[in-house]
């Protein structure tokens, strides 16, 4: 077995995928670790919509800008799509009010979620690519999301075809900082 920072030091964005379908226990076994990912107050505002129709997947990849965007072809050419919504107003509220300077958490709480289910995932041998540059309301509609969630983020899934070697990371000491900044 794979130690954690192997794992997390190896893991790769993957935008180029086999042409091979995703078991539903590998994708069960990732969506469960998604869904233990810690959450203001066990908010768990998440909800996860799995895509396997190609015709909605196709609407999916229109909110894409089909330059400037690498993973314009993941969307359709991964086992699964999946779409990462977040309930609103839940994660960082408390009784109905923010509760902190920078509003809703939700953002920082599906960050954590996503972050386990690409880990887990690269434990599994998939691939995954996070997608934020989109047309967030186009994509909504592809999928039904109602009112008061929001579509955060689009997540490619399946067997890798090719990655790539790991980018430059800054020293532990170029962003640690003592007491003060």
């Known amino acids: 077995m794979t130690d954690l920072m192997t794992l997390i030091k190896s ?3 993957v935008r180029k995928y086999e042409d091979r379908q995703l078991p539903d226990d590998l994708l069960s076994q990732v969506l469960e670790a998604f869904g233990w990912a810690p959450s203001w107050a066990n908010s768990q505002c998440w909800e996860v ?5 190609p015709a909605v997947r196709a609407q999916i990849q229109a909110s894409l800008p089909a330059k400037g965007n690498p993973a314009f072809k993941a969307v ?3 086992s699964v799509l999946l779409v990462v919504c977040a309930k609103s107003g839940v ?4 009784k109905g009010q923010c509760s902190t300077k920078l509003g809703d958490w939700m953002m920082y709480d599906l960050g954590l979620a ?3 289910l690409c880990l ?3 434990h599994l041998g998939l691939g995954t690519v996070i997608v934020g540059l989109f047309d967030h309301d ?3 509609a592809a999928v039904d999301v109602p009112e008061g969630y929001e579509l955060v983020s689009l997540i490619p899934l399946g067997y890798p075809a090719k ?3 790991a980018p430059q990371r800054r020293d532990v000491n170029a962003f640690t900082h003592t007491n003060r900044f």
């Open 49 to 53: 919509i799995v895509v396997r129709d």
């Open 114 to 116: 996503t972050q386990n």
């Open 163 to 165: 990655t790539g070697g």
């Open 120 to 122: 887990m995932a690269h």
């Open 76 to 78: 359709v050419e991964a």
């Open 11 to 13: 893991r790769r964005s």
């Open 91 to 94: 994660s960082g509220y408390y």
């Open 138 to 140: 186009r994509a909504k």
